[in-house]
């Protein structure tokens, strides 16, 4: 009890190792990873009883009852779907040894701890999911505005004093080009996948 006790008070409970990119294979979530559909790897640190993956198009936790179990229970969520936010990096105090980033994954709060010699690798993820939270936040504010300039555009349209006939035709014209203008739009600022961005951050 003392001893786990100490353990917690020291972050030693169940500190995360980053593997590196030659061991992917050798874990479990390599298993839920689509490479069928080009879906890669780019982050991977695996505690006692759970794997935390970072792939281009999905965040993927294998989740460990305990480090003694051999039950897994797989969650994945795709960026599309759940949004980053309040992402933050803790950095060790003097007698800690792990260090830990925490974020939101929509209404799911993550914590992970990790070894403190391992900050610099760390650091790198924390810059590509804040450069994702920031993406997914500003697309989601221009969809939003270009759904309220068509609402906008139909709205005068309706309440314009020009023959029905021509209301009619004009309506017509402006749906059809509002559903290809939203479509665009939707390809454009709702983006699914981030391995540009790991890319840029991720140096292993």
């Known amino acids: 009890m003392l001893k786990k006790m ?3 008070a020291l972050g030693l409970s ?3 190792k980053i593997i590196g990119p030659e061991d992917y294979d050798k874990t479990d979530a390599d298993d839920y990873v689509r490479h069928e559909d080009n879906e890669k790897i780019y982050f991977l640190i695996k505690t006692k009883a759970d794997e935390y993956c970072f792939t281009n198009i999905a965040f993927i936790h294998v989740d460990g009852e305990n480090a003694t179990s051999s039950k897994r229970t797989l969650r994945r969520y795709p ?5 980053f936010s309040n992402v933050l990096l803790e950095t060790a105090g003097r007698v800690d040894l792990d260090i830990e980033i925490k974020f939101s994954l929509g209404n799911n709060n993550y914590s992970i701890d990790v070894k403190k010699e391992e900050i610099e690798q760390l650091k790198d993820l924390y ?3 804040v450069y994702i939270s920031e993406k997914t936040h500003e697309n989601e504010v221009l969809m939003n505005m270009a759904s309220q300039s068509l609402e906008k ?5 309706q309440n ?3 023959d029905q006939t021509n209301i009619a035709e004009q309506f017509k014209d ?8 939203l479509e665009t739009s939707r390809e454009k600022y709702h983006e699914k996948d981030f391995g540009d961005v790991f890319e840029k951050y991720i140096n292993n």
Do not use: N
């Open 14 to 16: 169940d500190i995360g």
């Open 127 to 129: 810059k590509a999911l």
């Open 6 to 8: 100490a353990a917690d």
């Open 79 to 83: 960026y599309s779907q759940f949004k």
């Open 153 to 157: 555009a139909v709205s005068v349209l």
């Open 174 to 181: 402006l749906t059809e080009f509002g559903f290809s203008w």
């Open 160 to 162: 314009s004093r020009t």
